[in-house]
């Protein structure tokens, strides 16, 4: 039996909940909290007579919470865009082309080089040219994916391989942007026109998707993550994870969302069913998959976002529809009555609203039942919608980080918006007093994976240079508590964390001990500050997964 007494800081249990000084922890399993906890604590010592009976933790003033969670994200993404070129930090054309030359010379023997995430808002309206990779390497196919995931960035070698040319007719659920000539570009945008380049690329193997999974949980473990919604898995995905798990790679908990598209779904759902039995089965406590992922809509940027009234910049373009609003509603009804959750990415209003309805049908047809339907994004929703999130019991996972004024939305989508628009983006707060379930995800690797960096965003809503000074749409901002919560046990709400046979997600007895430790009472910071508060140390059941060098963790008396 293994008893551990943390003691010496702030056990924060939640907004308006009564926080404590000391929790004990036995066997994995919250015990008790505040005098309780050391009174429990005592008891053990004195019957084992040993003071070592107890391992204590001192706190050393700092903040222990329920571990963080990232409802919407896609970790195997993210643990192989790390194995690429380091394209996400370049400041121009120019840089990505010399890290991919660089990176093609220290790997000569890859026959295809795979890169993310660059940023769309380097170059006018998004569109990459294909020569400009050609200057980089220009024997072998370089696909890069853009920040969004809906875009890839090809040279000419891997246009050619794919067979994409002048002849080429526009896919369905895609565009290839074109020269004057007709010829194709080089950027791909939305899964109709990246497919064709990626069904002509060889798939990964085991060992680097495996290699990649691991990766991914050093990043999210590090950061306090300990829960992850991967939102987009395809069946070699889901026998990768599965080896993950046998093997102890997976290191984190993580629910996997089924990728359902509406070319295939007919096909698709027996395999899904497959699937989920398959990981049930496995009965690894680190590894769900009971979701199903929908793409209601593409982005903004790409003005394949749905939109209830035209963009801006194309008066009479509303965006891409993924699903007709039939067709997605009857998918919908069909992974509902199968038992599986549902998760629609849905940007737009017009998206949105189809989700909405889509979720709506489900559970009139289907009768009621406990559902947490996810809407991932809502990054615009009409006023006549809003209300609807909370009737229909629908979690809002929103991305905080994207709530800023930084180059993404100043550049690619404001113009496309405009102003009016532009300020109904993001509204955490009016979703949340409307009643709804806001629960918070980062997307990662389109964007930053570390809570603490969405948090800031959420509380102030400004840039990384302090701007705008009372933050952008400040009605929006949330309190820090409320953030807190949502990239917490909000997620863990998401998750059917209270329903699994290990409880976890929050601070109180019986539940698993998922635990983060941050260095300092984030309440009392400056809000700037946030992003730098150190992670001491990350917990599952009990178990430290994650220490910051110095972390103290002793055995003696209470």
């Known amino acids: ?47 084992a007579m040993t003071d070592a009976a107890v391992q204590t933790v001192d706190l050393e003033g700092g903040f222990l919470m329920p571990s963080f969670g990232d ?55 998004g569109l990459f040219d294909a020569r400009w990779l050609d200057e980089a390497v220009a024997d072998r196919p370089v696909v890069l994916r853009a920040w969004d995931y809906h875009t890839v960035w090809c040279n000419s070698r891997a246009l050619e391989l794919a067979g994409i040319d002048r002849a080429t007719p526009e896919p369905t659920l895609g565009e290839i942007p074109r020269r004057d000539d007709g010829t194709p570009l080089g950027t791909l945008r939305e899964w109709g026109a990246v497919d064709l380049v990626m069904a002509a690329a060889p798939t990964r193997d085991l060992e680097t998707r495996l290699r990649a999974i691991a990766g991914a949980g050093d990043y999210y473990l590090s950061r306090g993550v300990t829960w992850v919604q991967d939102a987009w898995v395809e069946p070699d995905d889901v026998d990768a994870y599965l080896e993950a798990a046998a093997r102890g790679i997976l290191s984190f908990r993580c629910n996997l969302a089924l990728y359902a598209d509406p070319r295939h779904f007919e096909a698709q759902l027996p395999a899904m069913i497959d699937a989920k039995k398959k990981v049930t089965d ?11 992922k929908f793409f209601a809509d593409g982005v903004v940027e790409n003005e394949t976002g749905a939109l209830l009234e035209p963009y801006c910049s194309a008066l009479h373009k509303h965006g891409m529809s993924v699903w007709t609003d039939a067709a997605l509603a009857d998918a919908v009804r069909a992974v ?20 909405l309805d889509a979720i ?10 406990d559902r947490r339907p996810v809407i991932a994004h809502a990054q615009l929703v009409d006023d006549a919608d809003l209300p609807r999130f909370a009737e229909l019991g629908v979690v809002a996972n929103m991305q905080p980080l994207w709530a800023q004024l930084d180059a993404l ?34 997307d990662w690797p389109c964007s930053s994976g570390d809570p603490r960096d969405g948090i800031a965003i959420a509380v102030s809503r400004k840039t990384i240079d302090g701007e705008p000074a009372d933050g952008w749409t400040p009605h929006e901002i949330l309190d820090l508590e409320t953030a807190l919560e949502a990239y917490s046990t909000a997620v ?16 109180r007895a019986g539940m698993s001990a998922d635990l983060v430790w941050l260095a300092h009472d984030p309440r009392e910071l400056q809000l700037h500050a946030l992003p730098d508060v150190p992670i001491r140390a990350t917990y599952i059941a009990g178990k430290a997964v994650f220490t910051k060098t110095g972390s103290p963790v002793s055995s003696h008396r209470a």
Do not use: K
């Open 336 to 355: 509902d009555a199968a038992g599986f959750q549902i998760h629609i990415h849905a940007i737009g209003d017009a998206a949105v609203r189809q989700a």
């Open 71 to 125: 409802g919407h994200a896609h970790p195997l993404f993210g643990g192989l865009e790390a194995q690429g070129p380091a394209v996400r930090g370049c400041t121009s054309v120019a840089e990505i082309v010399a890290e991919v030359r660089r990176y093609a010379e220290a790997n000569p023997d890859l026959e295809w080089i795979f890169g993310a995430s660059y940023d769309g808002s380097l170059v006018d309206e």
């Open 492 to 507: 863990a709400h998401q998750a059917f964390a209270d329903l699994a046979p290990e409880p976890w997600g929050e601070i």
């Open 1 to 47: 039996m293994t008893t551990t007494l943390f003691t010496g800081g702030t056990i924060w249990a939640g907004a308006g909940r009564p926080a404590s000084d000391a929790l004990l922890v036995r066997d994995g399993t919250i015990v008790a909290t505040g005098d309780d906890a050391r009174h429990r604590a005592a008891a053990v010592q004195d019957a």
């Open 409 to 442: 939305m100043t550049v690619l989508t404001v113009p496309r918006l405009g102003p009016e628009r532009t300020d109904r983006q993001y509204r955490m707060r009016s979703l949340a007093a409307s009643g709804a379930r806001v629960a918070f995800g980062s």
């Open 282 to 292: 496995a009965a690894s406590p680190m590894l769900t998959a009971h979701t199903v």
């Open 360 to 369: 709506e049908s489900a559970i009139l047809a289907n009768g009621p039942r």
